[in-house]
């Protein structure tokens, strides 16, 4: 059989001109790697041109979105605020699924590294403003991210709708599934103990200290009040095309033409 008359769809290799004539992929492959050792190739993809010059006009380096849902379950000590994470439900729209034991891979090791930011993750500093500012612990040793007696069960539900931006349709799965992670396990603390945890990481100390102010009817709350006053400069102001900008800032526009606004 020459290799322009091999065929693959629904499962199956064969013959195009006797469909009847062939077996199931799984077999094709062991066959084949029996016979040539293994079969491998690298390929490459390259998203589609910015729809525009201006800043914002693309979506990073692909133009397609992704979305994810989580779903935490915890177990909470009351008199201590020590929880654990039995059981997380994901579900992330991976667009279209090339190989699932890769995409499960990804979206499992989200979860765990949006376990680690939710639960115990932190880079704690000490200092002012007026003075080095330094790492509260000498070395990654102190740096607390999750074993496997803290990692939980993971259900992974991978929900395709392709894109037509995205090879063969695909989306993302690199890191997207981390996101919802923190806010649903902080949720879910709220769900058990009736405590609100308003920073990460959600530490069973933070919970504790919620639920003494529970206990002393005050605000079950832990966390900023309001967010931090930051220098910010002063905004740059960029046209969109339709308002006939040619993706410079307005300041270096006016430069160019010979003046400053």
């Not at 949006?114 to 003075?131: C, S």
């Not at 395709?160 to 879910?188: H, I, R, S, T, Y």
């Not at 990460?200 to 005050?218: C, D, G, S, Y």
Request: proline letters at 10%; hydrophobic letters at 40%.
């Amino acid at each position: 059989m020459l290799e322009d008359q091999i065929v693959f769809a629904e499962g199956r290799v064969f013959d195009a001109s006797d469909p009847g004539q062939g077996m199931g992929f799984p077999e094709a492959v062991v066959l084949a790697e029996s016979k040539f050792g293994t079969l491998g190739t690298v390929g490459s993809y390259t998203p589609p041109p910015s729809a525009g010059r201006f800043r914002g006009a693309g979506v990073g380096p692909s133009p397609a979105y992704s979305y994810s849902a989580a779903v935490v379950e915890v177990d909470v000590d009351p008199d201590t605020g020590i929880y654990t994470v039995p059981k997380v439900w994901i579900a992330h729209d991976v667009g279209k699924c090339i190989n699932p034991v890769l995409v499960v891979g990804q979206v499992e090791g989200s979860v765990y590294m949006g376990l680690g930011e939710a639960m115990m993750e932190e880079m704690a500093y000490r200092g002012n403003a007026n003075d080095n500012v330094v790492h509260k612990f000498p070395s990654l040793l102190e740096y607390k991210s999750p074993t496997t007696k803290e990692m939980s069960e993971v259900v992974t539900l991978l929900v395709e709708d392709p894109d037509a931006n995205g090879p063969f349709g695909a989306k993302e799965v690199g890191q997207g599934p981390l996101l919802p992670v923190p806010p649903a396990l902080v949720n879910a603390l709220f769900d058990a103990v009736g405590v609100r945890i308003d920073e990460i990481p959600a530490t069973p100390e933070k919970v504790f200290q919620a639920l003494k102010r529970k206990a002393q009817n005050k605000p079950a709350r832990v966390g900023p009040e309001s967010f931090p006053r930051v220098p910010y400069p002063a905004p740059t102001r960029i046209a969109t095309p339709a308002e006939g900008g040619d993706g410079r800032a307005a300041e270096e526009a006016a430069v160019g033409a010979g003046g400053v606004r």
